[in-house]
């Protein structure tokens, strides 16, 4: 279904464009380099050209709002057990067929975004709901790119933290501004082969390696990698030895890693879910490539939960689902038993949010 683009007041110019001397509008957000005619939407829905521009037609709008575990994200060395303000709008820059939120991020029906809030309410929500952290998940928040940014400092200004849940697919110049007003990243590494991006996600592999290592070396964010391990697309052990060896030459040991279970969704449902002994395999590997933290996901495994000390194996957070069990850090992030700090960013002390889930409704902040 064509939905018509029109001027609203959820509408807002962009930067990262430039006109084509056939009369048409390119984007230069991320690869894709969208050409588009007058009233036409990219491929991401939410941006188009109008009156001779790139706009994104979602300002101030979202999917929904909801108070998780900074472990869903999935984040496990960015203060643990606390609690993120999370929010998305509709939209996204590829087209994976497994998509496990494709209700947002592949719809045409902009009455999906029932929520809507002006950044300094999502800021103010996150404080007075004790949150330590705003993330920008759902869907990707490279293509409301304007909006994450306003949000992310106006929570900024109540020293509230800013996540983005990101596949990475962005251009340099937006890449830099994007990622400038963020203080944590979960990169979603799809897979390591560019025929898994073009076939399966209908995108790119090499500019998201680019973002991974534009991150981990280029600014102070705090980032992680997940991978969603695919039965017989993406999981064959000569892959994951591939990437998780690029992860250690080219990005450090010290970037944790998730390997998580897939299940059938969307436009990919001929194939099983994950089994759990995949999972358990791809963290040996990563492990004995030399990734000193790697985690199993969307399954119950203790030990593929667990964080411990790379220098004396002492486990320093342990967890069950969403909760934190044990704790063997000091104030300054140090194992408790040998002293040697771990990776990441924490607080004194562990959060307590817990796995709670709490939907909360902004609608009526502005």
Known sequence: MDVPLVRDRHVVPTRFWHRLEDG???CDLCPRFCRLREGQRGLCFVRGALGGEIVLATWGRSSGFCVDPIEKKPLNHFYPGSAVLSFGTA???LACRFCQNWDISKSRDTDRLADEASPEAIAAAAAELGCRSVAFTYNDP???HEYALAV????HERGILTVAVTAGLICPEPRAELFAAMDAANVDLKAFTERFYREVC??????VLDTLVFLRHETGVWVEITNLLIPGLNDSPAEIDAMTRWIVAELGPDVPVHFTAFHPDWKLTDRPATPRSTLREARAIARGNGVRHCYTGNVDDAEGATTCCAGCGAVLVARR???LTAWGLDAAGRCTACGIPC???FDPAPGTWGPRRLPVRLGSRR
Not at 152 to 155: I, P, S
Not at 202 to 207: A, D, H, K, Q
């Open 152 to 155: 992310a400092r106006a929570c």
């Open 91 to 93: 939209g996204c820059n």
């Open 343 to 345: 990776p990441g960013r």
């Open 142 to 144: 490279v293509v409301f």
């Open 24 to 26: 048409r509008v390119q």
């Open 321 to 323: 689902g969403y909760r």
């Open 202 to 207: 209908g995108g790119v592999l090499t500019p």
